[in-house]
């Protein structure tokens, strides 16, 4: 992916969550319809012949058994989808 079209992405993910690294945003408290739209917007962008965008749907088990190491607050117990 072109750095202008990552950049792109990474400003329409930052509508809907928080990075958290990277290339890694948690979108946290959206309804399907958002998710939609956030899908949407972001397939728009880039070149799907070529680039990849993987979306994740975290349960609240998932969320309890995740964990993390280092500086940084954890996520608030609510259903995410990282993205």
Excluded: W
Excluded at 8 to 21: E, M, N, P, S
Excluded at 26 to 54: A, F, P, W
Aim: hydrophobic share 30%; glycine share 8%.
């Amino acid at each position: 992916m072109e750095d202008r079209a990552r950049q792109h992405v990474a400003k329409i993910l930052q509508d809907y969550g928080g990075r958290v690294q990277k290339s890694v945003f948690e979108c946290g408290n959206i309804s399907e319809e958002q998710l939609l739209i956030m899908k949407n917007r972001v397939e728009e962008c880039i070149d799907t012949t070529q680039d990849t965008i993987r979306y994740y749907r975290l349960c609240q088990g998932c969320l309890r058994a995740m964990e993390y190491a280092g500086v940084g607050d954890p996520p608030a117990k609510e259903t995410y989808r990282v993205v």
